[in-house]
Nanobody
Framework: QVQLVESGGGLVQAGDSLRLSCAAS????????VGWFRQAPGKEREFVAA????????NYADSVKGRFAISRDGAKKTVSLLMNALEPEDTAVYSC?????????????????WGQGTQVTIIT
């Protein structure tokens, strides 16, 4: 069992940057791919980014490609999502998740463990 905890959300202005972090409060997600999803009010949860268990490969949604960067530290105990050039459309609850296999990344039903989420609000 792996419990994930997100941190770093907040309210920022359009164009600003924000860094989210995901940590395993119990267990470890060493050996798991880790991803970020977001859900805006009235919308379905959508895939944002993911990184392999060893950090060698990443994948991004087209909407954030070039603006967001996902990384994991050398000890593989936290995964970060650096969000640059934020837009009001990025406003959502951001959640991290973990899964064993690098496939079906954009299907939230395929992810095994989830955090509670952290709110990100972008204002103009």
């Amino acid at each position: 069992q792996v419990q994930l905890v997100e941190s770093g959300g907040g309210l920022v202005q359009a164009g600003d940057s924000l860094r989210l972090s995901c940590a395993a409060s119990t267990g470890t997600f060493s050996g798991y791919a880790v991803g970020w999803f977001r859900q805006a009010p009235g919308k379905e949860r959508e895939f944002v980014a993911a990184i392999t268990w060893n950090g060698d490969t990443t994948n991004y949604a087209d909407s954030v490609k070039g603006r967001f960067a996902i990384s994991r530290d050398g000890a593989k105990k936290t995964v970060s999502l650096l969000m640059n050039a934020l837009e009001p459309e990025d406003t959502a609850v951001y959640s991290c998740a973990a899964k064993r296999y690098w496939s079906d990344l954009d299907d939230d039903k395929r992810w095994l463990y989830w955090g509670q989420g952290t709110q990100v609000t972008i204002i103009t």
